[in-house]
């Protein structure tokens, strides 16, 4: 039943209040003219003798005319209703210019700003002080009956004005929680979409550092036995050493599909300090000629051994796409609370592979994780070769 009136009627009210409030009250107006009301307000009539009811129309009708444009001109139309309403007080004594005034008084404190507001307020409380002594002094009425004509008054038009104020603050109070639920949803949304890049960043590095490195090798190896006279053995031993990239490949991207699947397990083991011997041979035996020198390093956090490892990781890996054959030196040591890496390389050939190696997305990566880390990191070329570099400090223990 409410939402039938809430769709049909009220709907419609809501969409036509505009006029329709105005005919209502002239109707009103003259259903009590017929009805004989008049004189309601006698003791201020200036008129010697009674009045037809229907003259209170006079000044009724013109009023509720006035209240069409009361939303577009809310102060004039005030102003001019009030001057019909007290010409009515003191003539005929009709009652439908006070529902008009009522209705246009509402409307202009409605929409009226704090001052207006409170100017407003001091009007009324005048105008019920005047329409007291008036009544006291200039009628017949005894001070007590005066004294409680002032209290209607001042009542009506207070409740009037108090329910304008009351409605008015709410609509203000709504207003504000629909733009904080707004500015919330916007912060909201705004943070779901950093949280989404950050994993997709996330993502991106893990898939470089677990399977890029290993699908560039295979990539090397089958160059390199392709580029080469045919032989048994060595081509047996370039097939197993792509078997064995291929497998560690696999195994990283089935680990990351459990993870992004089930949101449970855990990646495929981070590179570590003992993985640093490993890392040098599978150079060497892609044909560059390494240097490998880190005496008395100290403890390292996590974070910080595995941007170190990382590190030579993928100055090698780069070595190996585009300074085949080079010469490289690694040195990793402490100085100044720091522990810095640095690989330079020699010589060397570009292998055919780099030509599809992409957009060198790895060192900028380093050079990410390294400052996320409070490091700091370059590459670029050095003398007949290339130099990468990492500084890291010693305090990082995440």
Request: aromatic letters at 8%.
């Amino acid at each position: 039943m409410h939402e039938q009136v809430d769709g049909g009627i009220g709907a419609w009210y809501r969409r036509h209040r505009g006029w329709a409030d105005p005919a209502g009250m002239a109707l009103l107006a003259v259903v009590m003219a017929a009805l004989g009301f008049r004189g309601v307000w006698g003791s201020f009539s200036l008129l010697s003798g009674p009045v037809s009811p229907w003259w209170a129309l006079a000044f009724a009708l013109p009023a509720c005319a006035l209240a069409l444009v009361k939303r577009r001109l809310p102060m004039t139309v005030l102003g001019i209703v009030t001057i019909l309403f007290v010409a009515d007080l003191l003539t005929v004594g009709g009652i439908g210019t006070l529902f008009v005034l009522l209705d246009v008084l509402w409307t202009a404190v409605f929409l009226a700003g704090p001052r207006r507001r409170r100017a407003l307020l001091m009007l009324l409380s005048a105008s019920t002080v005047i329409l007291f002594i008036v009544a006291w002094l200039f009628t017949d009425m005894p001070f007590a009956v005066a004294f409680l004509i002032g209290v209607q008054f001042g009542a009506i038009f207070g409740t009037d004005y108090w329910w304008a104020v009351a409605v008015s603050q709410a609509h203000e109070l709504a207003e504000l929680h629909r733009q904080r639920a707004e500015d919330a949803a916007a912060v909201a949304e705004r943070d779901r979409a950093e949280a989404v890049q950050r994993e997709r960043e996330a993502m991106a590095r893990e898939l470089h550092d677990v399977v890029a490195g290993h699908v560039m090798a295979m990539a090397i190896r089958a160059e390199a036995a392709l580029s080469t006279t045919p032989d048994q053995t060595k081509d047996r031993e370039a097939l197993q050493a792509v078997r064995d990239a291929g497998l560690d490949a696999h195994g990283a991207l089935r680990s990351m599909i459990s993870v992004l699947r089930r949101g449970d397990g855990a990646l495929v083991a981070t590179p570590r300090w003992a993985d640093l011997d490993g890392i040098v041979r599978d150079a060497e035996r892609a044909g560059l000629v390494v240097g490998f020198d880190a005496p008395d390093v100290p403890e390292l956090g996590a974070a910080a051994e595995q941007a170190v490892v990382r590190i030579v990781r993928e100055a090698l890996t780069n070595c190996i796409r585009h300074a085949g054959g080079a010469e490289v030196d690694i040195e990793i040591v402490e100085r100044n609370a720091e522990v810095q890496v640095r690989v330079r390389s020699r010589g060397g050939v570009a292998s055919a592979a780099a030509a599809h190696g992409g957009e060198g997305w790895g060192l900028q990566m380093l050079r990410e994780r390294v400052g996320a880390l409070g490091g700091f990191f370059t590459a670029g070329p050095a003398p007949d070769g290339w130099s990468v570099e990492g500084r890291l400090p010693l305090e990082v223990r995440v």
